[in-house]
C-alpha cells in the first residue's frame, strides 16, 4: 500500500486546527511587554503635556 492511500486531509486537519489556536509562549509575553511599554510610554506622554500645559 502506498501513503497516498492512507492519507486522511481531514486527519491532520484536526491537529492543525489544535495547535494554530494556542499562540507560542515567546509571542505572549513579547505582546505583554509592548502593551506594558506603549501603556508606560503614552503616560510619559501625558505627563509631560499636562505639565508643560501649566507652565
Same mark, same amino acid.
Given at each position: 500500500?502506498? &501513503?497516498s492511500e492512507n =492519507? &486522511?486531509?481531514l486527519g491532520? $486537519?484536526?491537529n492543525y486546527e489544535a495547535q494554530e489556536r494556542k499562540f507560542p509562549r515567546g509571542v @505572549? #509575553? $513579547?505582546l505583554f *511587554?509592548?502593551?506594558i511599554a506603549g501603556h #508606560? =510610554? *503614552?503616560a510619559f506622554l501625558y505627563l509631560l503635556f499636562a @505639565? *508643560?500645559?501649566k507652565g
Open positions: 500500500m502506498s &501513503d =492519507f &486522511d486531509p491532520s $486537519r484536526k @505572549v #509575553i $513579547r *511587554a509592548y502593551l #508606560i =510610554f *503614552a @505639565v *508643560a500645559g
